[in-house]
């Protein structure tokens, strides 16, 4: 048994049956000196057991009553800050707030878009467009937190994200990679919430550096690091032992993701260098541009979630100049990204999500050139995955400021992912304190999306 | 007018209010050590009263490396190094612990810690939206901090900060200008912040779970009320050249050229705008029954004794007498006029009612300002609040320990709100002393305070305390805050002052951007290439001109080389010693082993982790891919968003990355270079563990490593190194 296996057995036996795996001698090289903390360790196990509550415990991941499914991986693009709908998929033509910006046909019948989405023009129909989105939650960190994860901020309890419930529940495709990775994530969106640490997206900070350290040192041999590993398996015993803590056990956790990862074939998915030059310039020199192709490569070595954030949507003042300035940019990556996945035959497949946490308001306020908060109507859409594109779905008044055709809720909207996925909506998970939760919080599938 | 001496003369404000920081090592007379016992012995008996009723015991008191190691992430932000940790382990003097707390509190460490911690709660970034850059705010924040401003004063600065941001001694305008454009947002933010109370439900609607209702959310908005972002040019006593240029390009009618200016002028007329009308309109679309949409509320505040404001009386002529319907439509013309004029700005009066708002928030006898930050403290200290989370309060809100957070309020006030004061307390007591919690404690348990609760180190703290392997004083990296904000303060004078027509060809070349954006972003991207190829010449002709210098150099070294070889031969002491001097004259130093130069290469990261210097030095935040974001430190979007959890990339980073380069193959690490220089292995064995866990190893872990070493020789030295930063024991402070 190679030490790497040690290792990775280890585990098993740190968390519930310590006692019992110290004692067996799988762990006994050179058996380390305080196993002092064993009996307060004995002391705590039963009390963990004790607040697991009465509920029966939810299957393991990968063991849940799945629906069929007509999308199998997401990449959700997320537009932080709140993008204005009416600056870009639910234009108002000739209206007298509709500012500077004018309205262009698409390549789908009837479709219209900003003028600022030239490209993505020519892939309408490929998306639905849903302009009857609407928020009950106005200020960024409580609408991040509503998209994301479908219920209120709470401060008792933390809920996971659209991303965790589909790790929690569905598991993964390839072993060996995370199945939730997210590339310039913030506070407040995605995340495991109550579940364990394990279930939240891998952060990616930077695209182009993709996963650093993720090989090992040049200068370090595989003998060396695999009796580095065994002797900080040793030396975290006594620790593990004395201190019964999620954040202990988190950690324990994700050494044994990056050791997995490490020895992955599929490692390569994280480095967007492999890619051609022509093709990383077509999706934009940027943060965003870089992240979407990193999520291209991820999807297609099996990584089921990607989230990818686009900052600085949140246009108080200068609302006409910053989309001036920011939209061509997302308007590349993203078309570049539906031409990519539909080439390699990725989009049947892959369900892509554009969100953001509110729109902005129909009148152009603060010095004439900016826009508010406006949860109460806005835009998001989804393309691929089962999606019949080119249509729009919802309707918003002549100002963009009232739902008045096929509301959608946020929970509606989660929903609508989860369903594509065939996840069971209905399925209860409790809370560590024993609260029920559900994905998407019993939102109502838009099922008109789909063919 | 509305030019506050505040940031006109700030140096001589400050110097004129504040009790200057106290001697280092001596807590201020006022407040001294005895007094420091006696608070510290009645919070542990309102502790241990608390237990005692629920039949639990408290924790034993941690050993001294325990402390050593919690004292120093807590205070100063990283843990202590081999020599620190010596010579407080070895210590025989009595009350060391009290003595460490007090230099710990007077150290440059200190303002470093307590500026990460404000950096996070105050959202602080080194650039804001529209090219405004946030270093004046982090120089405030730093200079306010490093004097211990006093917390009430600090708070007050900030919410009646008036004025041009980047002109010296202004920064406290940043913490409004944080939320540019977003006046109810400020607010809603400043009250969670010093108030502890969630407002912002009751921005759009009645707040669902508290009392606010949208009404009492804009009558303290109102306290704001004429808010602007920026500060009008010809208020800033600017030479005509800015004016001048405006009124051309006004005059011709130049679109273009203004759009131009008007991103050009972003960094001159950036700032807080306005002391507060005390009036503001409700939202077009109110629906509750207590107002009429768009009616104008005027300002009360949420609770406690709201300030008086006086009201002018209804425009009245000289004589007394009501105006007559013609003079008052005159008078609505000239205020429409002024208002065209100054578009979007309020035409009420100003009335300083953001500084009653600011004396009302601060007032020891607000209910909400002196508990949050008391409770704030208590958490900072021992890990959790005595109320949680500690910025929802409500009516019905009570502390899990009431006595206890009386006692802290008392103990705030009668400080005078010195932090530094309150926070010596804290650390002073068993309760802080005390060994840390062995289990979760469920954030919706009551919590007794047995003793502090187990914590895994900021971001920070972590880079921080990395950083000590690096170099033998990481707090010398922190840096006088003036020099990094120096190139805001003169960029703005630059501007300020510069002649109309160098001004207007400035906006003639900016223009293209608007007329022309395509060929705009080409004569940018050619200007990028131009730079480069200036900056990769320049560098050229440097390292060309080293070369020859050293070339020179080495020939006046060389001759006086051989002969200290014949020298060391003929081993002639005397003569070895002569030509080391001259060496030494031509700066060499014959006795240093070749790579142990620290280069300045080795100061700067070579992994794109930036300049090694502490976090509090750095950008802020660090950018997405740093080792501080990696564990954890806030993007500053929100409030508090740092956190500690496990993930991958910073497990990576310590497996493979960060630690190997920088510390373990890294030939110039103090720590590295301390250890191979010790005697024994078991001096070896013994400077890792005082230098990464802050204690003695024991007597097992001894022994095996010992045995290690002698079995595989040097290379352990790394495996050993290696293994204690990579344990739970590194990254959680017990």
Redesign the interface.
Known sequence: MSIKDLFNKSDECCRRDFVVGAASGLLAVGAMPVLGGLATAQGKQGKAKKTQGSQKPAPAEGQFPMLPATAKNVIYLYMSGGISHLDTFDTKPGADNQGPIESINTNADGVQISQYFPELAKHMDKVAVINSLHSTQGAHAQGRYFMHTSYPMRGTIKHPSIGAWLNRMAGKTNPTLPAHVGVGIGANTASAGFFESKYAPLPIGDPKSGLQDSHRHHSVDGETFDRRLAKLEEMNRAFKGKFNHRKVRGYEDMYKEAIKLMQSDDLAAFDIRKESEELKAAYGDNQFGQGCLLARRLIEHNVRFVEVVSGGWDTHTNNFEKMEDACPNLDQSIATLLADLEARGLLDETLVVFATEFGRTPDIVNNGNGRNHFPKAFSGWMAGGGIVGGQKYGKTDARGAEVIENPVAVQDFNATIAYALGLPLDFIIHSPSGRPFQVAHKGKPVRALFG | MKFHISYLSPALILGALLPIGSEPGEPPTRFGRVQVKVAAKNIDRLVDLDLKRAKLKPNAIADDATFLRRAYVGIVGRIPNVTETRKFLTSQQPEKRSGLIDSLLESSGHTSRMFNYWADLLRVKSRL??NISGEPFVHFLKDSLAANKPYDEFVRDMVSANGPAHVRGNGATGMLLRD???PL?SM?NTVRVFLGTRL??A??HDHPFDKWKQKDFYQMAAFTGGLS?RTDVQKQNTGDGITQVYQNLRRKGDRDGL?AIGRMMRTVNSGVDGTGTGKIRLP?DYKYDDAKPSAVVTAHALFGKSPKIQFPAPPTKKSGRRMSRREREAERRRQAQRSRRN??RSNDKELDTRDSYAQWMTDPANPRFTKVIANRMWKFAMGRGLI??VD?LMDDTEASNPALMRQLEKLMVSVDFDLRQFLRVLFNTNTFQREAM???V???EKFYFQGPL?R?MTGEQMWDSLLTFSMSDVDATIQDPARRAESVYTRYEEMINMPSDELAKMVNAQKLRYSDPKKYREQQAAQRRKDQRKRMEQSRQRSQRMAAEAESKREKTRPLYREYVKAKQADDQQKMKQIKDQLLALGVDIDRKPGRRPSSRSRRGR??EGAMVRASEQQHPA????LI??FGQ??R???Q?S???????????L????L??RVL?NYSSELMKTIYESSSDREKIRTAYQAVLSREP????LA?WEHEMDQGGR?VVK?LV???V????F??VQ
């Open positions: 939206n529209n540019r454009g977003m947002d809603a912002e439900c921005q759009c972002y759009r077009k578009r979007g949680e989370p929802n062995s289990d979760d469920p954030s919706d187990l895994r992994r794109g950018p997405a891919g740093h974001r990696k806030s993007d979007e929100q409030i968003a956190h500690t959890e496990a993930n991958v990339p910073q497990v990576l980073s497996l493979n990355g960060f190997e380069d193959s024991r007597g097992r872990e095996v290379k495996d290696w293994t204690l990579n344990s739970h024991e990254r959680f």
